[in-house]
């Protein structure tokens, strides 16, 4: 029989109605059998998630404040969630160890982990299904960082013991039992996790939107939903601001190619989006599949007759930027030229001291930043069966009267890199998904 595991965002369990739509969800396939909860998140525009407000009370708690008013409103929260559900369980017993612990600072990640720990029982009680700390089957190293291999040890067979369980996100525990939990947004990551422990068939991961779109929404039109993605792809959208899952949920299940399927709680009968590592044998994608873009970065270009034929420069220019801590997103160069784009808030306090140490150590003819460049990467792993995708980026950015500031693009055809001023960043976007979307 085929397993798959679900992770419900904040959104899909705003409220009592969200819950039951989830449980919709999963009692509709008798193979949805780990399922990974958010905190409650927003219910409507301009409401709190639940791991906000938890984030408050501790604020609150470490400045001497009273966390009465924050900590009812969470109470209230569950409380409804679970009235409106009909279900007969009470968490009085659980928020009083909560609040009392807030009260004696126990640690800023075991109070926002709550949100989900809470979440978890809910929602396995209203599933019926087992509910399995993740503080028991999550760990971390002493530094912090995730345990991949004793999780998957005890978590694997932890979930061996039960046929259906609900395992809360976002947290896990260190050595010496304390609670951590992983960056904002991370049971994606959990979700992710337990797919790999369980050998999962699919890891769904269930959200508001039905699946990664080919651009932000919030600067093209409707964008299309992106079919199928490769997690390479995917990794290159991200890294350029495109948003939907967090980043690091995509290593447990790449490593053990299990592919996600984002899923929308609300449109549930949508495909959504697959990420998967290698695409179908009669996959036909279009040359491109996705445009993702950031502002704010800057160019420092160094220029210096006969450079080509000077052994050591790139890396002595380079090494300029490793003194003071500077890392770089690209490296366009020409004959007698180097470009370095930074974000431009790495060199914040630094310019002065790094344009003179470059001016030290490489003695170039010209040295200066441009500010306010815009990065847009253009993804598509159709690039390489498809030739003049190049051309047609550019015809559409020339039609546009855009001028482009730096080309990069990558061996692996994978992606093509743009810089133009931010003034022109919109537009230029607009015009590429124009030229490849319609
Ligand atoms: N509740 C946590 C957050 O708001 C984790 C998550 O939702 O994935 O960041």
């Known amino acids: 029989m085929a397993l798959k595991v679900l992770k419900f965002g ?5 409220d009592a109605g969200q819950f039951r739509r989830v449980a919709n969800i999963v009692k509709a396939e008798s193979d949805r059998r780990y399922v990974v909860p958010s905190a409650p998140g927003k219910r409507f525009s301009g409401d709190d998630k639940v791991t906000d407000l938890l984030y408050r009370c501790y604020d609150a708690s470490s400045n001497g404040e009273p966390i009465d008013e924050i900590f009812t409103q969470i109470e209230e929260r569950y409380n409804q969630i679970i009235r409106d559900l009909g279900l007969s369980i009470s968490l009085a017993k659980e ?34 299904y087992d509910f399995i700390d993740a503080a028991k089957v999550i760990f971390f190293f002493d530094n912090g960082l995730f345990d991949a291999e004793k999780t998957n040890r005890v978590l694997s067979e ?13 947290y896990g525990s260190m050595p010496n039992g304390t609670i951590k939990t992983f960056s904002r947004g991370g049971s994606d990551v959990t979700g992710s996790i337990v ?23 919030r600067c093209v039109e409707n964008p299309q939903v992106i079919d199928v993605i490769t997690y ?60 993702a873009g950031k502002m704010g970065f800057s160019i420092i270009t160094v220029e210096k007759d006969m450079m080509s034929t000077e052994l050591g420069f790139g890396r002595r220019m380079l090494e300029a930027l490793e003194m003071h801590g500077i890392s770089f997103e690209h490296l366009p160069s020409g004959i007698d030229t180097i470009s370095v784009v930074v974000a431009s808030s790495e060199l914040e ?3 002065e001291p790094l344009l003179a140490d470059i001016r030290r150590m490489v003695s170039p003819d010209v040295l200066h930043i441009e500010d306010n460049i815009a990065l847009l990467a253009v993804v598509g792993r159709g690039m390489v069966k498809t030739k003049g995708t190049a ?4 015809r559409a950015i020339s039609e ?16 093509v890199i743009l810089g133009v001023e931010e003034k022109d960043y919109l537009s230029a976007l607009k015009a590429i998904y124009r030229e490849f979307v319609g």
Not at 10 to 14: E, I, K, M, N, R
Not at 195 to 217: C, H, Q
Not at 400 to 415: F, K, P, V
């Open 349 to 351: 306090g630094k310019r």
């Open 95 to 128: 928020f009083e160890k909560i609040r009392a612990s807030i009260l004696h600072l126990p640690g800023r990640d075991y109070v926002a982990s709550r949100g989900e720990y809470l979440s978890g029982i809910v929602l396995a009680a209203y599933l019926g």
């Open 195 to 217: 797919a790999r422990a369980a050998k999962a068939d699919i890891y769904e991961n269930w959200t508001d939107v039905s699946g990664f779109l080919m651009a932000d929404p």
């Open 232 to 291: 390479k792809e995917l990794r290159e959208l991200s890294y350029m601001g495109a948003t939907v899952l967090h980043e690091d949920a995509i290593f447990p299940v790449r490593f053990a190619k299990i592919p996600i399927n984002i899923k929308n709680t609300n449109d549930p009968a949508a495909p959504g989006t697959m990420i998967v590592d290698t695409p179908p044998a009669d996959d036909l994608p279009r040359p491109i599949t996705g445009i």
């Open 10 to 14: 904040g959104s899909s369990l705003a």
């Open 158 to 170: 932890t979930l061996s013991k039960h046929e259906r369980a609900v395992v809360p996100g976002f």
């Open 400 to 415: 546009a009267s855009i001028n482009i500031r730096i080309i990069d693009q990558g061996s692996s055809e994978l992606n």
């Open 391 to 394: 051309a047609r980026i550019f």
